[in-house]
């Protein structure tokens, strides 16, 4: 069974920053386009950023967070990053990375998304 395991989350303070790290198993990342998504108790889970499969060289971010993350590939290590700093309490989710065949802009939909990963917390609060 293909799957995606995250990890990298936690507690930071307000204008401080985290890793996450989203690694796939039994499957090579590269094949895919890998999205990252946020979600709050309460709400729909929403986009953060995606990147194309190795065949492009594309990403997107949201509005919300653009100039502050970073998401990249590194392929020796199947292993998809977003880095966040200047992190904002707004911020705060449990973030999901997952992966498909459908890159779409502005953000990808989680309808264009095949796995799943279970999740790592982020909470930013002094």
């Known amino acids: 069974q293909l799957q995606l395991a995250e990890s990298g989350g936690g507690l930071v303070q307000p204008g401080g920053s985290l890793r996450l790290s989203c690694v796939g198993s039994r499957f090579t990342l590269d094949y895919y386009v890998v999205a990252w998504f946020r979600q709050v108790p309460g709400k729909e889970r929403e986009g953060v950023s995606c990147?194309?499969?190795?065949?492009?060289?594309?990403?997107n971010y949201a509005d919300s967070v653009k100039g502050r993350f970073t998401i990249s590939r590194d392929s020796a290590k199947n292993t998809v990053y977003l880095q966040m700093n200047n992190l904002k309490p707004e911020d705060t989710a449990v973030y999901y990375c997952a992966a498909g065949r459908t890159y779409s802009d502005p953000v990808c939909s989680i309808y264009g998304m095949d796995y799943w990963g279970s999740g790592t917390q982020v909470t930013v609060s002094s």
């Open positions: 990147i194309t499969s190795n065949s492009g060289d594309s990403s």
